[in-house]
């Protein structure tokens, strides 16, 4: 009996002692920290614990998300089989008969609408390898020009405006190596504290080194709290606010005359409408006060180095290019970038936001940063692909305007991949009436969505903990995630299920890949030559150096930490200034006596995106269950709102129902919705969809609203 006790009780520590360690990086935002699941066997019951690992950019830190990212992949309502809607309801089918159910429906579509009749709806959340692959997928097996994806709504702007101006957009000009050693910070419309709080240490050195930190926004956030000086500006107003610090540096004579000479084209236009204005009317306009805008346009000039950070609140608005590119007339004006401790981040939203948008997946580009409607372009990645250039379709639209063209029924058919657009676009109400339209939409995915609740078809897709690939983070530097914890069920990465529909297509050819690194290695041929260059970038040289800044153009290149030393990425070498008009070119929507505020809308510590998934992390959701409205005190008190209590908030567009959290953080004028929450709390359904007309970004920052206590 003692020996059977014995060899029970060694059983039994055996069980406690299994433990298995699985190598991977956070799903969420541009840091992309590195970490590690530990995943221990207790008698029968598994405990997970996630741990920071050491790699250049968090350097082993992790926030709130991170920590728990682990619960959603775990999470009882995952799907584990493909699900075809049969009679309104879900039910399981085989792997096989939705593949041959898709082949039924494209092909049909195609026959009767066309090949543009499809569409491809895309994602910056999923690795590099499969958003070249969608690119790929939607130009050689289906033909079609219609593909764009998430990335539009988050960093289109900030994109287009560094094209226009540097000839190249990448994250960060410089490494985040160099902030803490920078003399003095502009954070413009980016509350990082929040919504990327393991690059908080990188500032925060700065400051202990005597950094001189300005920030711009219209709230009081943990962000402007670590701000010497808070430009709370009117929303919107992004812009004018610039010409105010341009003009401040043109009348004390603090532009840098030999940088601009040098390095610039366009100055002197610029320099000629900004003396037409006054700093009393920007002032009026903005809503920050003339001192404020001496001291920060001033303190930014006259030091040795400075850096310029933007985010969501300037670029998502509907002049959000134009405001990026007179924050950056402001940045050259001063001379402050390709040089030590002096540049431009525009800081990434989404987790694979920068790679995403390089590599296929918007409706203009082919991959490395390749435009599509340029012939040598098309020739080098038609060559790779093994296509004539000629049979490269043309430039699509932009991702709301695919929906546009689903409800005039030019686009019938859509595969949707990790993207939850009845929640992230604006006139919310308009996208899933448009959806319903569509003959067949299919959903790739790990929950069903609200949008993944209007497919036919539901394809169960791969976590982050077991899809394999490259990642770039807010600096430009590709990483690798590894995934060695198998799929559940009969789930499947995207980039196989991307490849099992060409297949059945009669596409196997031009997709005949068996891992993610055979797709990485095509990729660095496609992106060879282009901006950006990935071509000296390799699976075991990420692994090895812990990842690499691109453009790394050959295996001997160490990748390039800093950008325009020597030139700018236009032919000339030069960057080109613009000048920006006070008043956007569409007109914005202003405060009214029917809808008397403007609503601004934005992120929040423990959700992402559109919270399908921290939504079912039961430590993230408990931390904030619902959405809320932000109010100044004084603007409860004028509306009859208390403090928790149901509000109704209302736009031209419809009307949502959330909490009050009255707060004196924000202006009196503004509310303040963050973008987490569906249905009845998705406040997206409230704002328009006018687009910004160079990089088709819709205006989520400014909407104007009326709001009222719910009885």
């Not at 926030?63 to 879900?90: S, T, W, Y």
């Not at 003009?247 to 320099?271: A, N, Q, S, W, Y």
């Not at 949502?656 to 004028?669: E, H």
């Not at 973008?675 to 990089?695: I, R």
């Amino acid at each position: 009996m003692t020996d059977l006790l014995l060899k029970y009780f060694r059983t039994k520590q055996q069980e406690v002692q299994t433990e298995k360690v699985y190598d991977t990086q956070c799903p969420f935002c541009s840091m992309q920290c590195k970490m590690q699941l530990i995943e221990q066997s207790i008698v029968s019951r598994k405990t997970y614990k996630t741990i920071g690992k050491d790699n250049p950019t968090s350097q082993g830190r992790l926030c709130i998300k991170g920590m728990n990212a682990h619960q959603h992949p775990f999470h009882q309502d995952r799907i584990l089989h493909p699900l075809l809607k049969v009679d309104g309801e879900f039910v399981r089918i085989t792997w096989d008969e939705a593949l041959q159910h898709i082949k039924k429906q494209f092909e049909e579509i195609q026959a009767v609408d066309g090949h543009e009749a499809l569409s491809i709806y895309g994602s910056a959340s999923i690795t590099n390898e499969e958003a070249y692959l969608l690119g790929k997928f939607a130009r050689v097996a289906l033909k079609t020009p219609y593909i764009d994806y998430n990335g539009r709504l988050c960093m289109s702007a900030a994109a287009t405006a560094a094209n226009q101006t540097f000839g190249l957009d990448r994250g960060l000009t410089n490494s985040l190596q160099e902030v803490p050693f920078t003399r003095v910070i502009i954070l413009a419309g980016t509350n990082i504290a929040e919504c990327q709080p393991t690059i908080m240490p990188y500032f925060e050195k700065a400051k202990e080194n005597g950094a001189y930190i300005i920030a711009i926004d219209p709230r009081e956030t943990p962000t402007t709290q670590l701000a010497d000086l808070h430009l709370m500006v009117k929303p919107g107003m992004d812009a004018a606010l610039a010409n105010g610090l341009l003009k401040v540096i043109i009348d004390e004579g603090l532009v840098d005359e030999e940088f601009v000479k040098e390095r610039v084209t366009g100055f002197e236009e610029v320099r000629s409408y900004v003396n037409t204005l006054s700093l009393g009317e920007i002032a009026e306009m903005t809503g920050v006060p003339v001192d404020q805008m001496k001291t920060a346009a001033i303190k930014f000039a006259e030091e040795e180095s400075g850096m310029l950070f933007t985010a969501r609140g300037v670029e998502q608005q509907i002049d959000g290019t134009a405001a990026v590119r007179n924050i950056l007339n402001f940045l050259l004006a001063t001379g402050k970038i390709g040089k030590p401790y002096s540049g431009y981040g525009a800081i990434t939203g989404q987790g694979n936001g920068q790679g995403a948008r390089e590599h296929g997946q918007k409706a203009d580009q082919l991959p490395g940063y390749r435009l599509i409607e340029n012939e040598e372009h098309r020739e080098h990645v038609a060559k790779v692909w093994g296509i004539d250039k000629d049979e490269l379709p043309g430039k699509g639209v932009s991702a709301y305007e695919m929906f546009q063209k689903i409800n005039h029924g030019d686009i019938t058919g859509m595969l949707l991949v990790c993207s939850n657009p009845v929640v992230s676009n604006p006139n919310a109400n308009f996208v899933k009436a448009a959806l319903k339209k569509l003959k067949f939409l299919v959903a790739v995915d790990i929950f069903i969505s609200e949008t993944a609740q209007l497919a036919d078809l539901i394809l169960p897709a791969s976590s982050y903990l077991e899809d394999e690939g490259t990642m770039t983070n807010l600096e430009g530097r590709v990483t690798l995630r590894e995934a060695s914890r198998p799929c559940p069920g009969e789930a499947k990465n995207d980039w196989q299920i991307i490849c099992e529909i060409a297949k059945v297509l009669g596409k196997e050819k031009y997709f005949p890949f068996q891992n993610a690194e055979d797709i990485f290695n095509e990729l660095r041929e496609a992106s060879r030559g282009g901006a950006a260059d990935y071509y000296g970038i390799t699976y075991d040289r990420i692994r090895k150096e812990q990842g690499i800044l691109w453009p790394c153009p050959d295996l001997d290149h160490r990748g390039t930490s800093r950008l325009f030393e020597e030139s700018f990425a236009h032919e000339d070498g030069k960057a080109r200034m613009v000048p920006v008009s006070n008043i956007s070119e569409l007109p914005k929507e202003k405060p009214s006596e029917e809808f008397p505020l403007y609503l601004t809308t934005g992120r929040i510590m423990s959700h992402y995106l559109t919270g399908v998934q921290t939504r079912k992390s039961a430590a993230l959701a408990a931390r904030n269950f619902e959405s809320y409205l932000e109010i100044h005190p004084e603007t409860a008190k004028k509306y009859n709102i208390e403090q928790n209590t149901l509000v109704s908030v209302s736009s031209r567009r419809g009307t949502i129902k959330v909490r009050s959290k009255i707060s004196d953080t924000i202006r009196p004028d503004t509310v303040f919705v963050p973008f987490h929450w569906a249905e009845d709390q998705n406040v997206n359904m409230l704002v328009g969809e006018d687009l910004d007309p160079s990089c088709k970004m819709p205006g989520f920052k400014v909407s104007a609203v009326n709001i009222a206590p719910v009885n």
